[in-house]
């Protein structure tokens, strides 16, 4: 009986909740309560990340920026054509960013950032409908960016950071295998990885009111090699899933392509607005090559498709008093993923932000900065074809944050 | 600190709300048709058979069972179902569940001690009639004989010791009925690898077939489903032991090839094929009664089926069967037997279309959906995807098909009753749920 064969369906990898995709929009308190906007903003060292241009242009000579978020997501599904519901119950997220910046010279400055753009934790219940597919995943990256910015002339800056990406992936999945013991078979997949990339941007204050910004950072290629694919399955099928199975596997982090505009409508109100347009389909597949093969277990090549993206961003900030700024803002972010190919590991849909926050001057050089976001995903109805899972998802998040700015 | 108070008032109205993310129901409905009282008639399919027996597991996990749980939602008042007293299982054979065992670097499906004592076992309750009237074994003709032509299974939960299955169907004037009936028409033959017997005949298939509907829909107000049946090309059973399967290397080609030696110069005396070996994948030799040759053996051909039980006596090497001892007869149907399997299997497909047009009952085309599954399976696609996973006809690995090679899995036994489903609701503008097939068992490993 040498026939045994076992498509196992790896998918996976990649995971969603807090923007579409696998990013996370939460860098940075100031930022996240105007909609996440600030590539044509002057907020002080977040600009590492948003705008590296806009650094040399600061007015303090340090600025330091501390904090972090907890992300509070919920996701539901609602299986076609049948009364099962299913319900996430993820784990807190918890990104954070720390960003310093000095200026060097009148026209130099220098900055380190440390953040977490993209990841998440997703976890369903692991006996629900779905678990071929997905019963948990927690992707992380965390990205430091030493950074320099140089100021071309009194309006205009340019800076450049190079993005040292520590990543690293641990989902489960079940297997249709089962034992008689009643168990069902279920893999483990573990790997981390370190890549790189750049994050370039342009600042142009055209007047004392208006200004532009343009930031590209970089795709990364997050190269998984030799990471644990640790498979639990009946004692008879032991040969066929090795104990000390390896994979590589990549996961692409998209190229973001940011153009925004600020505008100072008085002494107290700015407003901004951000284009943000995500490179998403350089995520086309997702594969896992495993080594050893086995017939069961063959190398697992999973469609994703996604296509580019744009976000929509606007935000708004009213100094109230000189110990006191409010801000607010919403976004609107389209999913990369196509109506076929919504797998619940990354359960896509359109989802609109609505943030707001505060900024409390607690002396001269110590700020507190505090936001809220929330985020509703649009209904969808969508399944992921190759698996033939289809169903409406829904989705909710609520992110409060905190964070700390010193400056002089 | 004014702004501070928004700041926990908005806080807390967004916690609030994130509490409640948003489903989307489903709203069943039972459309045009009354599915309070569910009756099925059927064979082993019906009852739940499994595992090459019938036992409680198997059981409650029947496709009329999970249909039922569905029509729940749509007002079906209970469906109850003739469930075996004890905690074993027994076949028609007196066997009872097969089971996987690891035979050297193989499993094997091994047969565990069969419970005779269902056999005798009274579950008829005159309070509670049984809606699943699905008899192993039985034939189209059969549901109309008294006591199904005195079928074991049958006289459990029968009402008396004459009635007819359609009978005792009748009695509870039904609302709904599902019948699935006539692979027996053809399995008796197959099964006894076409050495006994002959498939019923189209006509009195037919008759047989005219005679149940038109007792069960003639009451103008009951509506029902009906299902062809699959082709025996689609189920394991015939299909797992590819006819070129005999894997050897070059050493044992040469001892084999050295041993047919004279069947070989008798062949060419009487200008018939050589059985030849070469290193890799061969063709099984088989006996032929009818065949010219004297020896009356002689390597099979494509079309021509193994049938699933020679699995454990077959060897990739000269010993055990289909190498220098032929497969015997009853464990092979040669092309003339598959055609005849086939024809009868064609016939019964018009028959059961044609009274579904007739008395307007869903149709639910199981021969289709089995084709597809089985030519997706040696398809680059490897079987057909359903809720996150792969079934195909593949024997043990595939998922849908229990160890017998004939009856399903509960897993597969829950994608048919969705098949119904279907059917049912296309046909009477219903919205019955589908069942979640992932929460039924598949074949298990020790």
Redesign the interface.
Known sequence: ???????V?LATLAVNSYAEGYQVNVQSQKNTAMGHTGTALMLGASSIHFNPGALSLMEKTYDFTLGGNFV?S???F??Q?????A?TNNPTGTPFYFYGAVRLTDRLAAGLGVNTPFGNSLAWNKDW?????IQDISLKAIVVQPTLSFKISDKLGFGVGAMIVFGGVDLNKAL?????D?EEAHVNINGSTTAFGFNAGLYFQASDALSFGLDYRSKVSMKMEGGDAKFS?????AAAFPANTKFDAELPLPANLTFGAGLKVNEKFTLAVDLQYVFWDAYQELVFDFEPNTPQLEDSKNPRNYENTLIYRLGAEYV?SKK?I?RAGAYYDETPIPDDFVNPETPGMNKIGVS?G?SYMLTNNWSLD?S?L?ITGV?R?AGYQ????Y??Y?????I?GIGITYTF | MQKNKYIVLFLSIVLFTQCEVEYKDFKPSNGEADFTTYVALGDSYTAGYTDGALGRRGQESSFPNIIAGQLATVGNNGFTQPLVKSSGSVGSAGLGYLDLEIAGQSLLPVPGAGDMAIFAERVYDASAPVHNLGVPGATAASLLAPAAGGNPFFSRFSSNQTTSVVIDALVQDPTFVSLWIGINDVLGFALGGGENGAPTSPLQFANSMGTIVSQLFTDTGTKGVIATIPDIKDLPYFDAISYDALEIDQTTADLLNAAYTQYNAVSVAMGLPKIEFVAGKNAFVIADKDYAHLGKIRQIKKDEKILLPALGYIRNTETGWGSKTPIPVEYVLDAEEVDKINSATEAYYETIKSIANQYGLAFVDLNSVMKEISEKTVSEDKGVAMDGNKYSSTFVSGGLFSLDGVHFTARGSAIIANEFIKAINKQYNANIPQAPINSYGTVTYP
């Open positions: 009986m040498n026939r045994l064969i076992f498509a369906l509070l919920d996701i539901t609602s299986k054509n049948s009364m099962y519901q319900e409908d779905g678990r071929y597919l249709p295998l089962m034992g008689q009643g399955v009946p004692s008879s099928l109230v006191l409010v707001g505060a505090a809220i929330y209904e109805e190759p698996a033939n899972f169903g409406a829904n989705s909710r998040a609520i409060p």
